[in-house]
């Protein structure tokens, strides 16, 4: 199976930046589809951003243009840069793998991280 790991979470300022990773590991392709979501205390868990095989990006309307989605495939690490963050990021944010399909769903992903926090004062 396929184990991912998220790190560089933390309690920041609005306004500041956080680069978020996901380490993956055991039976993982670098072709796989990965994905950032993220849950809110009190909400669903929704759909960040996704890279796939390709290196096309898909972004959530409500990071666009403040988050970017990056994948270094030698070390099986993929990245959530956050800039301009705001109150409202404030979540846990997971990262998720499971194949090759681009989705913005989270069913369609198999194997998630144990998440990393973001908090962002005002």
């Known amino acids: 199976q396929v184990q991912l790991v998220e790190s560089g979470g933390g309690l920041v300022q609005a306004g500041d930046s956080l680069r978020l990773s996901c380490a993956a590991s055991?039976?993982?392709?670098?072709?796989?589809?990965m994905a950032w979501f993220r849950q809110a205390p009190g909400k669903e868990r929704e759909f960040v951003a996704l890279?796939?095989?390709?290196?096309?990006?898909l972004y959530a309307d409500s990071v666009k243009g403040r988050f970017t989605i990056s994948r270094d495939d030698a070390k099986n690490t993929v990245y959530l840069q956050m800039n301009s963050l705001k109150p409202e990021d404030t979540a846990v944010y997971f990262c998720?793998?499971?194949?090759?399909?681009?989705?913005?769903?989270?069913?369609?992903?198999?194997?998630w991280g144990q998440g990393t926090q973001v908090t962002v004062s005002s």
């Open positions: 998720a793998t499971g194949g090759w399909r681009s989705s913005k769903n989270e069913n369609e992903y198999a194997y």
């Open positions: 055991g039976r993982f392709l670098s072709s796989y589809v």
């Open positions: 890279i796939n095989r390709s290196d096309s990006k």
